[in-house]
Structure formats: structure tokens, C-alpha cells
């Protein structure tokens, strides 16, 4: 059982960065691909950013690219989402996900076993 703890949210300025960071439990964390979700009030949870096990490969949505960036290091079981540039859009709520299914990086919901619980990100105009 793989336990994940968001960090990192708040509010912000358009314009300005934030940075999310999400702890993982558990020995296998270097074996779980693992991702960002986002899900605004009224809104389905859409994908972010994905990242493969070793962390070499990386994924973005179109919405984000250019903007943000995923990264993990696999001694200390986090991942992280560095957020630039940010625009009231991007207010949601933010959410890390690990898989113990896929090693390879994974965009839809249904690929990750373990959520996090969510950590409000909100950017004012």
C-alpha cells in the first residue's frame, strides 16, 4: 500500500509560481509511474503532467506545456510540480498519483492506483 501527501499549494498572483511537492510511502516508489491531476469545481479531474518510473521521460498537457514541469527523485520517494506562469485557469485542485500498474508514463485516470488527497492551488487576476 502506497500512501502520497500533497504539499505546496496557495494562492497566487497570475503571473507567479508555485511549486507542489508530493511525499510517498512505501519501498517500491522508484517502480510506480506517477502524475499530476487538476480538478476545477464543476469539472471532470483532467491530467497535468506525467512521469515515467525513472523519471527520464516526461509528458505535459497542452494546457501546461512550456509552463510547467514534473520531476521526481526516487532516494527521497517525492515527486514534484513546478508551476510557472500561472493564469486563473490553472485554480484547481492538484492532485499526485502513483501506479503500480504502469512503469511508462500514464495520462488517464484509470492507469493510477494511489491519490494523494489534493492540495488547492487558486490564481488571482
Known amino acids: 500500500q502506497v500512501q502520497l501527501v500533497e504539499s505546496g499549494g496557495g494562492l497566487v498572483q497570475a503571473g507567479g509560481s508555485l511549486r507542489l511537492s508530493c511525499a510517498a510511502s512505501g519501498r517500491t516508489f522508484s517502480s510506480y509511474a506517477m502524475g499530476w491531476f487538476r480538478q476545477a469545481p464543476g469539472k471532470e479531474r483532467e491530467f497535468v503532467a506525467g512521469?515515467?518510473?525513472?523519471?527520464?521521460?516526461?509528458y505535459y498537457a497542452d494546457s501546461v506545456k512550456g509552463r510547467f514541469s514534473i520531476s521526481r527523485d526516487n532516494a527521497k520517494n517525492t515527486v514534484a510540480l513546478q508551476m510557472s506562469s500561472l493564469k486563473p485557469e490553472d485554480t484547481a485542485v492538484y492532485y499526485c498519483a502513483g501506479s503500480a500498474v504502469y512503469t511508462t508514463v500514464v495520462t488517464t485516470t484509470r492507469g493510477y492506483n494511489y491519490w494523494g488527497q489534493g492540495t488547492q492551488v487558486t490564481v488571482s487576476s
Open positions: 512521469i515515467n518510473n525513472s523519471g527520464r521521460s516526461t
